[in-house]
């Protein structure tokens, strides 16, 4: 029979990976080192084979999962007969060894888009970009194969039955997050290798910006909803309705999205004036760094999170080794070459120049800021210096005021010009929206809740700022004989981007405003025929009753929700669920989702008597977080499909490039 031979199929394909990925790493390097065509071919070719085996290896372990072989470890411990057949399909990557194997698989994945899409490149950059990327795939398939096999049998004594995913994991939420996010982490090993290609190539000009800005931008994109779809998960799932706890997990995914932000802002001033050649390609090393960093954090057991559902020591040992010497090797090259980058693109401390370098400084030092706060209290526990916990005071105490710099920044940049602004033109043109955001952020607290506050108007004003400026550099620049329509249309794909992309900040930071000050919460007692009110509306408890799922048992209360005096009401159903192969207990908390407001229901701990202990939430403008990152991630998607980053790049002269911007 095949069923049984399934997990061995998919063990001898990932071996069959690890090989094409060796010769992925080794030959094309070697012949671009010699200058020899026939190796530099094989880089291609190895690529497509990698990803068609680790395809191959991702199918038999998910055919095991769905064909419950409860002898292969990790599907007896993260799968059960009784889970319905989609979250089988997510237990794949909800575990340790599942998960890795996805990331190979999507490096996999982009390493076959980059040898599919970048054909024009030149033979010697290609080959070296597929080869560094070849290089991380052989550490991290190397790493699969010998410490987190996800083939690995119970025989001869299978178990009848598996332990079950963790219920945490048994949500939409899950089944799209861990993809998104690892797209977006491994997505930024392509401008990782490209900046590395360019180091080995002696060709650290303005072209290689151009054929890796575009794969960065949709990296970014990734890695934006993949963390958006995180806050959302951790809303309504983990019943605590917040939607950051700057938890070290989740900290481990906005380091690299701070520092890949920073390398987009880079690679635009390095791809149109010829500068912050060095910075970019530093920036492109420390995002890639960082992402490994991440997957280290959360697969190394040294940290404790409700996201960080497995980890091994050991494993993590391996992985901090594979870190090491990714970003050692990567910053010893950079010492080496980086010295003999020329600089010759000037520029004033008043153009849009500087006011990119201002901000990228601004994210680095954000960056930094998360990154003391995260691994701060590890480094002190491994020496044994102590246990500490860094928690939202500190991370708040010096992001929020950074952020609000980062905005002023912001609204000035798409108002200034390319290497020199005069002062007073800029003036002139910020004054009214300046004046306007700082209006409207005033009387806003005012007119919403009736009580002004200080916290909300600043977080307006900022997110105003970004906005404003924005509006205006659109006004002028639609500017057209045949009409300002005509005008917008001639705008390219690329600005629209980056409108949608600050436009996304602005509104993710109106959100956490209101939401952080504004929201309501009540821990209230409740049997049925009870009622109370919260912020305006009525919740009166109408029934209480038990219900049976796929593979658990709930307690499930029916409120009826009205809004002042209205006539008309809603039901809400939340639940407190008991997964039956765990024994494990659940909240699945009821929703009722606006656009400017959430109601939020959910269940505690059965009180006795007929009651139930309830949290009630009225949060205002909480989808607005999640909003700006799509937004954000639109924005993003826009300026890859713009026909200047998707045509084929030439190797153009950069410094005919920057002598044409310049004049």
């Not at 209290?377 to 952020?403: E, R």
């Amino acid at each position: 029979m095949l069923t049984p031979m399934i997990p061995e199929i998919g063990h001898f394909a990932l071996i069959i990976a690890l090989l094409m990925a060796a010769l992925q790493a080794t030959v094309p390097l070697a012949g671009a080192a010699t200058r020899r065509p026939l190796w530099m071919a094989y880089a291609r070719p190895m690529a497509a084979g990698q990803f068609l085996f680790l395809i191959v290896a991702y199918a038999c372990l998910t055919a095991s999962f769905l064909l419950d072989d409860f002898s292969v470890a990790t599907v007896a411990e993260n799968s059960n007969s009784l889970l319905p057949w989609y979250y089988k399909a997510s237990a794949v990557w909800g575990n340790h060894e599942g998960s890795v194997l996805l990331w190979s698989l999507i490096l996999g994945a982009w390493t076959f888009a980059v040898s599919r899409f970048s054909r024009e490149l030149p033979r010697d950059m290609l080959a070296r970009v597929l080869g560094v990327m070849g290089l991380v795939s052989t550490g991290f398939l190397t790493f699969v194969l010998i410490t987190s096999n996800p083939f690995a049998r119970l025989l001869p004594n299978p178990p009848a039955d598996g332990v079950d995913l963790n219920p945490l994991l048994q949500d939409v939420g899950l089944i799209i997050h861990p993809p998104m996010l690892y797209m977006g982490y491994v997505g930024f090993s392509v401008v990782f290798a490209f900046a590395i290609a360019a180091l080995l190539g002696g060709r650290l000009d303005a072209a290689w910006t151009r054929w890796a800005r575009s794969w960065t931008n949709v990296a970014w994109a990734f890695l934006s909803v993949g963390i958006a779809l995180g806050s959302w998960w951790a809303y309504y799932e983990l019943g605590w309705g917040g939607w950051w706890f700057w938890d070290p997990v989740e900290n481990a995914s906005l380091l690299p999205w701070l520092a890949g932000t920073a390398l987009i802002h880079s690679l635009a001033v390095t791809e149109k004036r010829g500068a912050f050649k060095s910075w970019t390609v530093l920036l492109a090393i420390s995002t890639f760094s960082l992402s490994l960093m991440g997957t280290f954090l959360v697969r190394s057991g040294v940290l404790t999170s409700v996201h960080a559902f497995a980890n091994d020591p050991s494993r993590g040992l391996f992985i901090l080794v594979l870190l090491g010497i990714t970003v050692g090797a990567s910053l010893l090259l950079f010492a080496l070459r980086a010295p003999r980058v020329s600089q010759r693109a000037g520029f004033t401390w008043l153009s849009r120049d500087a006011l990119l370098l201002v901000n990228n400084i601004l994210l680095v030092i954000m960056t930094v800021t998360v990154l003391l706060g995260t691994v701060y209290p590890l480094l002190l526990d491994a020496l044994n210096l102590g246990k500490i916990s860094v928690g939202p005071p500190y991370f708040n105490t010096l992001f929020v005021p950074l952020t609000v710099i980062l905005c002023l920044f912001m609204g000035l940049g798409p108002l200034s010009n390319w290497k020199r602004t005069r002062a007073r033109e800029l003036a002139r043109r910020v004054w009214l929206a300046g004046a306007a955001a700082l209006v409207i952020g005033l009387l806003a607290p005012l007119v919403y809740g009736g009580e002004w506050n200080l916290k909300v108007t600043l977080g307006l004003v900022a997110a105003l700022w970004v906005v404003l400026p924005l509006v205006r550099d659109l006004w002028d620049k639609s500017r057209h004989s045949e009409g300002r329509l005509a005008g917008l249309r001639r705008l390219s794909l690329a600005h629209w981007g980056m409108v949608l992309g600050h436009l996304g900040l602005a509104v993710t930071i109106v959100g956490v405003t209101v939401v952080s000050n504004y929201a309501v919460e009540r821990n209230v007692r409740m049997a049925v025929g009870d009622s109370v009110e919260v912020a305006g509306y009525t919740f009166a408890m109408t029934d209480l009753g038990h219900r049976r799922g796929p593979n658990y048992v709930a307690d499930a209360a029916r409120l009826e929700v009205r809004r002042g005096d209205s006539e008309r009401s809603f039901a809400m159903t939340p639940e407190k669920r008991v997964y039956l192969a765990r024994g494990m207990p659940m909240t699945d908390v009821a929703l009722r989702p606006g656009l400017f407001r959430d109601l939020y229901v959910a269940m505690g701990e059965d009180l006795g008597d007929g009651s139930w202990a309830l949290r009630i939430q009225v949060k205002p403008f909480v989808r607005w977080l999640w909003l700006g990152a799509l937004l954000m991630a639109l924005g993003g998607v826009l300026a890859v499909i713009d026909r200047r980053y998707r045509r084929a790049a030439t190797a153009p002269d950069p410094e005919r490039h920057v002598r044409e911007v310049n004049a």
